[in-house]
């Protein structure tokens, strides 16, 4: 087999190599054409350029430019066509920016151009690539523009007429001397040949492999016939006369060819038959004297179990008669020590204290080994001169370490790991056992403590809403029931002890039918809420149902969510809107710069009518697009200062104009003092226009809008109010008139970010906004005030 594996390797490297050879002659023999077609296509633009496009300027005073003739680009492309239609490469000449939109290069020759830009001293790639399933030689050279290609590629106004008439101003020009704009490639197919070497190769590989697949058979029946077959004859002897020697030494081993595994057979054959020989003869002068000192170990190991199993039970006895933990293990040293007849025996405790016991009293106790912890975590004893550590370890948890020293004449071959390690867990479960007692005992106490530690209201009831225990709070609640509203609107909904003895346990029923704890949120009439959480206590034999009922007011984190809600409204549609404007407002100036155009040049009336269609509807597209920049890229706040009043002054003056219009009644109402707010000028215009605009939108014929600024009493913060004498603000909408692209308005009359805008500027500059019904709506805005020094 490895003679065979070895053949297969060598002919397999053979013919890798002769097919990557193969393949590199044909890539050569491409190259070569390659090279020919590229220096052909650089030999027709440089006649264009030197001779041919020079002798055609000087014929034509005018400065006139044929195309067919002065263009290297239109003369060389037309030649690579007519040539391709005898032959199969591919030829392509492209450019970025290109005069003819057809030569805009794809994203290869995109790729391609880069690669020439970031490598000015390149001038030529060539690379093995695949295209639409098939391969191709692909060799491609840049073309970059020369101060002589300016005259057709520069200033549009510097260009052939001929080439704006056919071509247009709009591409091919604006192009600097110096510069890759694009490039010339070449492709030739080489698919076919590589494939073609490809089945040769595997053809004269397929043949190897059968010419060695029948030499080597014929080997290997040789072989097998003359020494296999004989040597598996003489193994079966071994097999027959000795078979589980065989079984264990000789099978268990086949890992080299028979003949070594034949003599290695023999070689362990024979060591075993010498050690069975030697050990049959100590054994016959050595059983009488075995026997006796075996008894003796076994009648010393029975003594050794009766007196452990005495030491057992005098500890059960410990445990019975102890009334704390100290006390126990002073009991149990001592009859550790007197059972093993210890120098010194040791208890250090790890559990709850660093406390050490040592018995007999007054000994000083030894020190612990560095690694006493993984000791105690491993469940293993260690006896090392003398000395036992033993880990004291329930299933539940470590307890602590004992610590045994014995006298020097002391064998430590008496004791038993098994036995030392029970009586560590009996110990350990003494311990547990008596801990678990007096915990019981102060666990009353402990729960009543955490009970009324609980600073929300907490009731354990029954089935029937009977009030079984309440903590200081609950009791609290209950005795002012008479002067809270929020107890007497919370009661009937547990159905608790009340004035009303009528009232269902409506909660309680629920949650106690289930076993499943049940929850719901109440919200009060003076604006509180108030989570009611209902938890049913499941195996606890009582004889009545039990249930724990808390209470907790939840009304300031109900707020705070809201804000954070908003707030991540307006950060996701802001970005959402950032990116929208981007993507769209390209294109829709692209429509109004056609639309222009083609306003100039359309006669026809219904035409032109269809292209005002068209800019309107652009206009007020960019115009969406121009309120989500805003609302996405809100102007600087917070980096200056301005005098409120005077901006409310400027704001309503400018919008008397439009309250005239619509015989509104636009007012002011400034306080006497005017202080400085911390929040920039055209910040604080913007967020008046907003709420003027939706003001005046909102107040019918003949109403009113009044602009109020106040100081709040601390003089913390500056108050600025626009009130209106319209609708108002629905209760339905309250939640969400601030989230974007929320409106009220009719479709086409409003994008919903005026509001959104609002609150946005006025988070940035650290203020906060609210809205009421007076019945109108009134947006009451509370701004930073600025205090020199």
Not at 496 to 504: G, Q, Y
Not at 541 to 561: D, I, N, Q, W
Not at 769 to 785: D, K, M, S, Y
Request: glycine share 6%; with cysteine.
């Amino acid at each position: 087999m490895g003679l065979v594996a070895a053949a297969l390797s060598l002919g397999i490297i053979f013919f890798t190599i002769l097919y990557f050879h193969m393949q590199a002659i044909v890539i050569n023999e491409v190259r070569g054409r390659a090279n020919i077609m590229l220096n052909q296509v650089n030999a027709v633009q440089g006649y264009v350029r030197n001779v041919l496009r020079p002798r055609m300027f000087k014929e034509f005073s005018d400065e006139r430019f044929v195309l067919e003739a002065m263009s290297s680009s239109y003369v060389s492309r037309k030649i690579m066509q007519s040539t391709r239609k005898d032959t199969d490469f591919l030829y392509s000449r492209v450019a970025t920016n290109a005069r003819n939109p057809k030569s805009e290069p794809n994203s290869r020759e995109r790729k391609l151009i880069r690669y020439f830009r970031d490598h000015p001293q390149r001038n030529r790639w060539e690379k093995l690539i695949t295209m639409n399933g098939e391969k191709y030689y692909l060799c491609a050279r840049p073309v970059t523009f020369t101060a002589s290609c300016m005259h057709c590629h520069g200033e549009p106004n510097r260009a052939p007429e001929e080439l704006i008439e056919r071509y247009g101003s709009q591409r091919g020009f604006f192009h600097t001397p110096g510069t890759v704009a694009g490039l010339v490639s070449i492709g030739f197919p080489v698919h076919q040949a590589v494939a073609s070497i490809k089945a040769a190769t595997f053809r004269y590989l397929f043949l190897y492999l059968v010419v060695v697949f029948l030499f080597f058979s014929s080997v290997h029946i040789n072989f097998r016939r003359l020494v296999v077959f004989n040597l598996k004859r003489l193994t079966s002897i071994f097999q027959r006369n000795f078979p589980e020697h065989y079984t264990e030494k000789v099978l268990r081993k086949q890992t080299n060819d028979e003949v070594d595994e034949l003599i290695e057979g023999f070689e362990q054959l024979t060591q075993h038959l010498y050690q069975a020989r030697e050990q049959l003869k100590e054994y016959a002068s050595n059983l009488e004297r075995m026997v006796e000192e075996r008894t003796s170990d076994l009648d010393t190991e029975a003594n050794e179990r009766r007196a452990d199993v005495t030491l057992f039970v005098r500890l059960l006895d410990a445990l019975r008669s102890s009334t704390d933990s100290e006390q126990l293990l002073h009991k149990t040293l001592s009859l550790l020590g007197r059972r093993f007849d210890a120098h010194q025996v040791s208890y250090f405790c790890t559990q709850f204290s660093d406390r050490i016991y040592t018995w007999p009293e007054g000994r000083t106790p030894p020190e612990l080994p560095q690694d006493h912890l993984i000791l105690t975590l491993s469940n293993q004893v260690r006896c090392t001169n003398h000395m036992c550590f033993v880990p004291v370890q329930s299933q539940e948890q470590i307890w602590g370490l004992l610590y045994l020293d014995f006298p020097p004449e002391f064998h430590l071959e008496r004791l038993s790991d098994q036995v030392l390690l029970a009586l560590g867990q009996q110990l350990a479960i003494a311990l547990e056992n008596l801990h678990s007692f007096y915990s019981l005992m102060n666990q009353k106490e402990l729960l009543e403590s955490i009970f009324e530690g609980i600073s929300d209201p907490l009731f354990l009831v029954d089935h029937n809403a009977a009030i079984v225990l309440a903590n200081q709070a609950a009791k609290d609640l209950m005795r002012d029931e008479t002067q809270s509203d929020s107890a007497r609107e919370i009661f009937p909904v547990l159905g608790l002890e009340s004035k009303d003895k009528s009232l269902a346990p409506r909660l309680i029923s629920k949650s106690l039918a289930t076993q499943e704890s049940w929850s719901e949120e109440v919200h009060l009439s003076n604006s509180r809420s108030f989570q009611i959480s209902i938890y049913p206590i499941i195996g606890f034999h009582h004889p009545r149902r039990l249930a724990v009922c808390s209470l907790r007011e939840v009304t300031a984190e109900r707020a705070m969510l809201r804000q954070l809600q908003q707030a991540e409204k307006l950060s996701a549609v802001g970005k959402l809107a950032a990116g929208l404007a981007h993507e769209i407002n390209n294109p829709l100036g692209t429509i109004l710069c056609y639309v222009n155009l083609l306003k100039g040049s359309l006669d026809q009336k219904q035409g032109r009518e269809d292209l005002e269609v068209i800019e309107r509807h652009t206009i007020r597209a960019q115009k969406i697009l121009q309120d989500l920049l805003d609302f996405a890229r809100p102007k600087a706040a917070g980096s200056g200062t301005c005098r409120l009043n005077h901006i409310a002054g400027k704001s309503v003056q400018f919008f008397q104009v439009q309250a005239d219009k619509k015989g509104v009644d636009l007012n002011l109402d400034l306080t006497e003092e005017d202080p400085a707010v911390c929040c920039a000028e055209n910040v604080v215009e913007q967020i008046l226009s907003n709420l003027l605009l939706n003001a005046l939108e909102a107040v019918p014929q003949s109403g009113w809008i009044v602009v109020r600024t106040r100081i709040k009493a601390d003089d913390q913060e500056m108050i600025l109010e626009v009130q209106d004498s319209g609708p108002g603000v629905p209760d339905a909408f309250m939640d969400t008139i601030f989230d974007p692209f929320f409106s009220t308005k009719e479709v086409g009359r409003g994008t919903g970010l005026g509001l959104a805008v609002v609150y946005g500027m006025v988070q940035d500059v650290g203020g906060s906004i609210r809205v009421e019904n007076t019945p109108g709506a009134c947006f009451r805005i509370f701004l930073p005030a600025w205090r020199d020094g």
